[in-house]
């Protein structure tokens, strides 16, 4: 069972950038396909990118095409969300989550395709 600490959150201007990064503890790592998603206060979690087992694969939701990008290093078991041209209404809890399944054609996009969760890490920007 895979083990997941959020962090790089906080507080940043409309326009600004934030860099998350999500640690994994399973030496394992390599082979779960990785997630962000979001909740906003009084809203369902919500999908924003995908990355798979080698990285060679990405989906995004549509709102953060273009603004948000997903990578990872398997070496060093972490995976990344670059978000940059940050909203207000990209304020949430930020959560990286782990999909042990084989995907061979689309990514997991819902929150029942991951098995394995973090605590979260706050994102706040301000108008």
């Known amino acids: 069972q895979v083990q997941l600490v959020e962090s790089g959150g906080g507080l940043v201007q409309a326009g600004g950038s934030l860099r998350l990064s999500c640690a994994a503890s399973d030496r394992t790592f390599s082979t779960y396909n990785m997630g962000w998603f979001r909740q906003a206060p009084g809203k369902e979690r919500q999908f924003v990118a995908a990355?798979?087992?080698?990285?060679?694969?990405?989906s995004y939701a549509d709102p953060m095409k273009g603004r948000f990008t997903i990578s990872r290093d398997n070496a060093k078991k972490m995976v990344y969300l670059q978000m940059n041209s940050l909203l207000p209404e990209d304020t949430a809890l930020y959560y990286c989550?782990?999909?042990?399944?084989?995907?061979?054609?689309?990514?997991?996009?819902?929150?029942?395709?991951?098995?394995?969760w973090g605590q979260g890490t706050q994102v706040t920007v301000s108008s």
């Open positions: 989550a782990a999909d042990p399944r084989v995907r061979l054609s689309a990514l997991g996009i819902r929150v029942g395709e991951y098995d394995f």
């Open positions: 990355i798979s087992r080698s990285g060679g694969r990405t």
